[in-house]
C-alpha cells in the first residue's frame, strides 16, 4: 500500500492540459525529499520524465512539467498528444519508512 | 552511454529462492554517490521498491521485504544481485533494476536509467 496517493486515471483531448497529482505526508514530500516522475509506456520499462521536482532530463518535451507544494506534487501535461497515453508514477523518499517510495500510478487517456 | 540488464529464472516455485542479476555498463558502481536498485511491478499494478546499494556498499531495503531480501554488488563484474528467499505466488512480477545518480545527497536522487525488466512467476 503505497505512502503516496496518485488519481487512477486522468483523460483530455488533444491538444488539451492535464495534471497528476501526487499527495505525500510529512515524512516525504512534506519533508522536502524530492519528489521524480516517471512516465511508463505499455509493455515498456519506465522513463524517468521529471527529476527534483521540476527538471526535464534531456529529451523529454517542454510539454511536461512539474512543481511541488507542501505534501504534495503535480505534473502536468500541456498540449497532449497520443503518445503521451502511458502510466505516470511519482516517486519520492519517505523518512519514517526508511524507504523510497513509488505513487499509486495514474493511468492517462488522450481521448 | 548507461545500460542495465535483469537475468534470472521466469518460473521459480513457492518456497524457492529467487536469484536475479543486473548487468550493467556506462558507469561504475565505485563512484561516490552512485547506487543500483530494484523494482518490481505485479502484473497490471504499481511499481514497488525492493532493494538499493550504494558505491559504498551501504544498503536499504523495503521494510515490509527486508527479512526475505539480501543486495550485493560485484564492482569488478558490473554486476548488482538480489536474491529473495520463499517466494510465494503474490511475488509474481517484472523485475527492474535501475541506476540511481548522486542527486542533492545520497538520498533523494532519482532512479534515471532502468534495464528492460524481467518477469519473473511463481508457480508450482
Known amino acids: 500500500q503505497s505512502v503516496l496517493t496518485q488519481p487512477p486515471s486522468v483523460s483530455g483531448a488533444p491538444g488539451q492540459r492535464v495534471t497528476i497529482s501526487c499527495t505525500g505526508s ?26 527534483g521536482n521540476s527538471n526535464r532530463p534531456s529529451g523529454v518535451p ?20 497520443a503518445e503521451d497515453e502511458a502510466d505516470y508514477y511519482c516517486q519520492s523518499y ?3 519508512l526508511s524507504a523510497y517510495v513509488f505513487g499509486t500510478g495514474t493511468k492517462v487517456t488522450v481521448l | 552511454q548507461i545500460t542495465l540488464k535483469e537475468s534470472g529464472p521466469t518460473l ?11 548487468t550493467f555498463s556506462g558507469f561504475s558502481l565505485s563512484t561516490s554517490g552512485v547506487g543500483v536498485g530494484w523494482i518490481r ?14 558505491w559504498d556498499d551501504a544498503k536499504r531495503y523495503s521494510p515490509s521485504l527486508k ?15 538480489l536474491t529473495m528467499t520463499s517466494v510465494d505466488p503474490v511475488d509474481t512480477a517484472t ?11 545520497v538520498i533523494t536522487g ?15
Request: charged share 15%; glycine share 8%.
Open chain 1, 26 to 51: 510529512s515524512s516525504n514530500i512534506g519533508a522536502r525529499f524530492d519528489v521524480h516522475w516517471y512516465q511508463q509506456l505499455p509493455g515498456t520499462a519506465p522513463k524517468l520524465l521529471i527529476y
Open chain 2, 110 to 124: 532519482p532512479f534515471d536509467y532502468w534495464g528492460q525488466g524481467t518477469l519473473v512467476t511463481v508457480s508450482s
Open chain 1, 94 to 96: 519517505d523518512s519514517s
Open chain 2, 41 to 54: 511491478q505485479p502484473p497490471g499494478k504499481a511499481l514497488e521498491w525492493l532493494a538499493l546499494i550504494y
Open chain 2, 67 to 81: 527479512s526475505r531480501l539480501t543486495i550485493t554488488k560485484d564492482t569488478s563484474k558490473n554486476q548488482v544481485v
Open chain 2, 95 to 105: 523485475y527492474y533494476c535501475a541506476h540511481r545518480p548522486f542527486f542533492r545527497g
Open chain 1, 62 to 81: 517542454g510539454r511536461f512539467s512539474g512543481s511541488k507544494s507542501g505534501t504534495s506534487a503535480s505534473l502536468a501535461v500541456t498540449g497532449l498528444q
Open chain 2, 12 to 22: 521459480v516455485k513457492p518456497t524457492q529462492t529467487l536469484t536475479l542479476t543486473c
